[in-house]
C-alpha cells in the first residue's frame, strides 16, 4: 500500500508549516502558508496537528537522564594504522613508477639532427644557402607587415 500522493503546493505548505512553531519563516512564507491553510483543509489539520505537538513539547517537563550521556571514540588500531601507513607509501610508489614510465629515457643510439643536403653545394655552401633563404623569407614578411600598419594608419598611399 502507497501513501497517497501530494501536490507540490501541499508539499511545500507542509514543510513550512513545520518551521512555523518554530518562527522560522519570513514574512513571505508565512503569508503564503496561511493562504494556503485558508484553502487546503488536509494541509490545515497537518498544520494544527505540528502546533499541537510542538506545544506539548515545549510544556513538558525536562526528564533527567538515567546515566550520562557519551560519545564512543573511535580508537586506532595499531594494524590498521600499519596498514594505512603501508597504503599510503605504496601508492606513492606506484604513482613514481608511474611517472618515471612516461619521463623521456636517455637514447645513446641518437644522432645528431643535419642540416639538408642540396646537391652540388658543399655542407658551408648549403648552410648559406639555408641562411640566405630564411633571411629573404624573414625580410618579406616584415615588408608585408610594414605595408599594412602604413595603409591602416594612412602613411602611404594604397
Not at 515545549?58 to 594504522?81: D, F
Request: hydrophobic residues 40%; proline residues 8%; contains cysteine.
Amino acid at each position: 500500500m502507497t501513501a497517497p500522493l501530494t501536490p507540490p503546493l501541499c508539499d511545500r505548505a507542509r514543510s513550512w508549516a513545520a518551521l512555523a512553531p518554530d518562527g522560522e519563516l519570513s514574512e513571505l512564507e508565512g503569508t503564503l502558508l496561511r493562504s494556503h491553510l485558508a484553502r487546503c483543509g488536509s494541509c490545515s489539520r497537518f498544520a494544527s496537528d505540528v502546533a499541537a505537538i510542538a506545544g506539548a513539547l515545549r510544556a513538558a517537563s525536562l526528564e533527567p537522564l538515567s546515566r550520562p550521556l557519551t560519545i564512543p571514540t573511535w580508537q586506532r588500531r595499531r594494524a590498521l594504522a600499519r596498514v594505512r601507513t603501508i597504503g599510503s607509501a605504496a601508492a606513492v610508489g606506484v604513482m613514481a613508477l608511474g611517472i618515471a614510465s612516461r619521463a623521456p629515457v636517455a637514447n645513446s643510439d641518437r644522432k645528431p639532427v643535419e642540416p639538408p643536403r642540396v646537391a652540388g653545394f658543399s655542407d658551408d655552401q648549403a648552410e648559406l644557402q639555408l641562411l640566405r633563404r630564411e633571411r629573404r623569407e624573414a625580410n618579406a614578411d616584415a615588408e608585408a607587415l610594414r605595408n599594412i600598419s602604413a595603409r591602416r594608419f594612412g602613411d602611404r598611399p594604397a
